[in-house]
């Protein structure tokens, strides 16, 4: 038998130039699919962002369990509408920047309410 030959081939590849891009929606998109405590504990309904870190991670407001991390919240479903529970963490929390419920986030009117500002 005769010996055979091998040979090392190189191939070069030439990346996109949208390479990066991909590489940060990927990145987006791997946190927004993070799963945050009230995500794991049954599902958060609630999500509000702090107009400062919270000062416990863990805290009831109106019936309702609110988990942060840092300046994040969520929850699960209350038994009030949006207006309410948004108000109701203020009272608890401080200020807010941002509440959604249901995957609905509250206008600048809304906001300027919850915040008792409206």
Do not use: H
């Not at 509408?81 to 941002?98: D, E, Q």
């Amino acid at each position: 038998m005769a010996a055979q030959k091998q040979e090392n081939v190189m191939v070069k590849l030439t990346l996109s130039p949208l390479t990066p891009l991909f590489s940060l929606a990927g990145a987006a998109l791997i946190g927004a699919l993070a799963v945050s405590p009230a995500t794991a504990a049954g599902g958060a309904y609630y999500s509000a962002e702090l107009a400062q870190p919270a000062s416990t991670g863990r805290f009831v407001a109106r019936d309702v369990v609110w988990l942060c991390e840092g300046a994040s919240c969520s929850a699960a479903r209350g038994t009030s509408r949006p207006a309410i529970m948004c108000a109701a963490l203020v009272k608890k929390s401080g200020p807010v920047t941002g509440f959604i419920a249901n995957g609905k986030a509250l206008d600048a009117d809304e906001l300027a309410r919850c915040n008792g500002k409206g």
